[in-house]
């Protein structure tokens, strides 16, 4: 069992340009949550999935940021038209329906810089 | 809103001692607590998970209480060591809801 996956692991952008930021939950989990962790700084949530749904996007950006779980393949984490302040570390973690009782487990998280 | 705060402040032991971390929140009624541990570089790692039924979890040399009067749980590492080196993050939850995360503590623990 691989566990989370997220790819890349490094991605660099230019200012304006678009980012795709990948997670592949961990096999039987149905759950998938994105984080963001700026250097210092905790982490903050963004969105809840659980495929095909959107159960809670309420710390995601209304602009430029969307998010998906799609009956097949990965979760996406889309940022169009980056700035640097997007500059972070994202983290992808999944759960089981018992997430509760077994906790999150998280990916090792796509280090995005925006230049 | 929900806010969790735990020690901000690095917490700096000496190889064989108790540690103990701290984490509180406010405007929030949690079923569960969650503890997890940051290494630099990496995503964090589930530890223990106490209930608000419960007063107490052990596992291994980990020891975590959960006061839900004080809206406060305590998180204590025995017998330390420098392995045990690292961010240690609280994370109050509730059935359904993706868990919100204290900034976490760091902790260096010295031969």
């Known amino acids: 069992n691989a566990g989370v996956m997220q790819n890349p692991r490094h991605l660099v952008r230019r200012r304006g340009q678009e980012a795709r930021l990948r997670c592949s939950p961990m096999?039987?989990?149905?759950?998938v949550y994105w984080y963001r962790q700026l250097p210092e700084e905790g982490l903050k949530f963004m969105v809840y999935?659980?495929?095909?749904?959107?159960?809670?996007e309420s710390g995601m950006p209304k602009e430029r940021f969307s998010a998906e779980f799609p009956k097949e393949g990965p979760s996406i984490l889309r940022i169009q038209q980056v700035v640097r302040g997007d500059s972070a570390a994202y983290f992808c973690?999944?759960?089981?329906?018992?997430?509760?009782?077994?906790?999150?487990?998280f990916g090792s998280g796509t280090r995005l810089t925006v230049v | 809103s929900q806010k969790i705060e735990q020690n901000s402040e690095a917490l700096n032991i000496q190889e064989g001692k108790t540690a103990t971390l701290t984490c509180n929140y406010t405007?929030?009624?949690?079923?569960?607590l969650q503890w997890y541990r940051q290494d630099p570089g990496r995503g964090p790692v589930f530890l223990l998970l106490?209930?608000?039924?419960?007063k107490e979890k052990r596992k291994e040399r980990l020891k975590v209480t959960f006061d839900t009067t004080l809206k406060q749980s305590l998180f204590h590492i025995t017998a330390s060591q420098p392995a045990d080196s690292a961010t240690y993050l609280c994370?109050?939850?509730?059935?359904?809801?993706?868990?919100?995360f204290g900034k976490g503590t760091s902790l260096l623990v010295t031969p």
């Open positions: 973690a999944s759960s089981s329906d018992r997430g509760e009782d077994y906790g999150y487990t």
């Open positions: 096999k039987g989990h149905s759950h």
């Open positions: 999935l659980q495929k095909e749904n959107i159960i809670d």
């Open positions: 405007n929030y009624s949690p079923a569960y």
């Open positions: 106490i209930r608000e039924n419960e």
């Open positions: 994370a109050p939850g509730r059935s359904g809801y993706a868990l919100n």
